[in-house]
């Protein structure tokens, strides 16, 4: 197996980010965060974030196939050892048209990783957090500052993020169920899914992960 091409699916809180950054420095891949990618191609005025910009002027949203373009035009720039997507696809119809594009550029999906947690836990850690003003980050119950409400660091006063109150992730969770758990089972059934339980440790995680990839890079020498 020349490269890994890999998606990661999970609910918000399920620790997929630091997964993602530590997966992309063990094996050289291409991080893909779709959001970033967006913002980059526009704040940057590539070609293909000025058509991005004129769907957003509109009020549109950006179609996938100019999502797609983006994704590999990166993948082309850095992803010679393959690529971790993050973010997309988002639906069975951007799953669909990401299948094309690799099947057309000869390329494969390697494995689709899904880092899972049940809600109430997701909802415990996300709600939980507080920040600063500089941005650094506590657990009122895992990661709590000496003293209370206000940074380490800094002696900022700490507060939570709009996105982070209860009825926001409760919101987000359930469009998650919606539009993206039905890819679980669209990558279960071409034999593609891995899971991952993200109750664990971040470092229990991915130990878990780099095995299975290890092994899937046996199954294919075989
Ligand atoms: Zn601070």
Redesign the pocket.
């Known amino acids: 197996m020349s490269e890994l091409n890999l998606i990661l699916l999970g609910p918000p809180g399920a620790g997929k980010g630091t997964q993602a950054t530590r997966l992309r420095d063990d094996f050289d891949l291409a991080y893909i965060a779709t959001g970033d990618l967006l913002r980059e191609n526009v704040s940057e005025g590539t070609e293909l974030g000025k058509e991005a910009k004129s769907y957003m002027d509109d009020g549109a949203l950006v179609p996938d196939e100019l999502v797609i373009k983006m994704i590999f035009d990166k993948v082309e720039d850095d992803g010679d050892d393959g690529f971790l997507l993050d973010g997309f696809p988002r639906n069975i119809a951007q799953a669909d048209a990401l299948a094309e594009e690799l099947d057309r550029r000869g390329r494969k999906l390697t494995a689709a990783l899904l880092v899972e947690a049940p809600d109430d836990v997701v909802i415990e850690r996300i709600s939980g957090r507080r920040v600063?003003s500089?941005g650094?980050v506590y657990h009122v119950v895992y990661d709590p500052p000496k003293h209370d409400a206000v940074?380490d660091?800094?002696g900022?006063p700490l507060s939570q993020r709009d996105d982070d109150r209860e009825e926001a992730v409760r919101k987000r969770l359930s469009v998650y169920h919606e539009t993206t758990e039905p890819l679980i089972d669209y990558y279960e059934e071409r034999g593609l899914l891995r899971r991952f339980d993200g109750t664990r440790s971040p470092t229990e995680v991915h130990d878990h992960i780099r095995a299975s990839i290890a092994t899937l890079r046996l199954e294919d020498e075989l």
Request: aromatic content about 0%.
């Open positions: 600063c500089n650094h940074c660091q800094d900022k």
